[in-house]
């Protein structure tokens, strides 16, 4: 009884160096302390049983995040100016300009060398914390608090990024660095109306820029029509004149009269300018066309004559 006792605990003693590694996952295997390479894949695995084997899992396509600095509540004033006294003392950052600002940093990462991520660095999370405050602290040190708050973020967010890859690899972290992004930066409580004050001083400055801009593009934009005006203008000037210089060439022959000559030249006018108008023209002209239409404006002499005859003035 006793040897079947012992057999079975055995068996289930060996039975333990089964273990199962997910989808999601890579294990490293130390067999007697030293780490096996490569790393297991997903799948039903079995090895020797504690404390022989220790298994390290890992997810190499799990993004993570690092904070540090204060922490944003979710009722905080939009602008992030209304905030308690006791979360502000939390991240504060000297600025070049002997300013002081709360800054909130948030780092992604991804474990890329699990071999440095597990023996490199006691705690490699606590290592990038720090080495991420300290890199804040000394870009805040060499800025303006214009360039943290808030001009320079998107600059300041590159050159955080570039700098904590550099140093985790110089440390070997065994971490991929993804991003380095400024969750929020907060003036200190004690002094948040002054930098109220500035914010919406920089808004009405860009406010007053932005409206001289529009009003120069549209003094552009007059000044191009009024040359636009005046160069058709003058080429319709040019054009008449062409034709007053046209009647002084020709002159009146037998064949075409001075008086014939000018009709057709005003007639041709006048017939280009309806082709300019009447596409403009929304209402709509229905003719009879059984009757002649005529679409002269002033009367013939003759006609003239008659209408003045008819009224009984000479």
């Known amino acids: 009884m006793k040897r079947w006792l ?25 067999r007697f302390g030293k780490a096996r390479l490569p790393l297991v894949a997903s799948g039903l ?25 204060i922490q944003v509540a979710g009722n905080a004033d939009p602008r992030g100016f209304l905030r308690e006294v006791a ?12 300013n002081i600002l709360n800054v909130q940093v948030a780092v992604q990462y991804r474990i890329a060398n699990p071999m440095d ?5 006691e705690s490699p999370e606590r290592a990038l914390r720090l080495l991420t405050e300290s890199l804040v602290t000394d870009v805040a040190a060499r800025s303006g608090v214009d360039f943290i708050h808030p001009l320079g973020l998107n600059e300041l967010r590159e050159l955080l990024t570039a700098s904590v890859s550099r140093v985790a690899d110089e440390h070997r972290l065994g971490l991929l660095i993804e991003d380095v992004s400024i969750v929020s930066v907060l ?6 109306s002054a930098f109220l004050d ?28 009024s040359h636009r005006r005046i ?8 054009r008449f004149e062409k034709t007053i210089a046209q009647f002084q060439v020709v002159g009146e022959t037998p064949a075409t009269p001075s008086a014939e000559l000018r009709r057709m030249t005003m007639q041709r006018l006048f017939v280009s300018t309806l082709g300019e108008i009447l596409p403009r023209l929304a209402g709509k002209v229905f003719l009879d066309s059984a009757k002649p239409v005529d679409l002269t404006i002033w009367p013939r002499p003759a ?11 000479p």
């Open 117 to 121: 991520y597990l023996f490199m660095s």
């Open 303 to 313: 006609e003239s004559n008659r209408t003045e005859s008819k009224d009984g003035t």
């Open 45 to 69: 695995r079995f090895d020797l049983p504690w404390p022989f084997v220790r298994l390290d899992r890992v997810n190499l396509n799990e993004v993570r995040t690092v904070s540090l600095g």
């Open 231 to 238: 160069e058709i203008s003058r080429g319709e000037s040019d």
């Open 187 to 192: 003036p200190p409580v004690e002094v948040k």
């Open 6 to 30: 012992l057999s079975i605990v055995m068996l289930a003693y060996f039975a333990s160096g089964l273990f199962i590694v997910r989808g999601n996952e890579q294990v490293l295997v130390r």
């Open 87 to 98: 979360r502000d003392r939390q991240g504060e950052f000297l600025t070049g300009d002997k």
């Open 198 to 225: 500035v914010s919406n001083a920089r808004a009405e400055k860009d406010r007053m820029i932005q409206e001289e801009f529009t009003r120069g593009e549209q003094l552009v934009a007059a000044e191009t029509d």
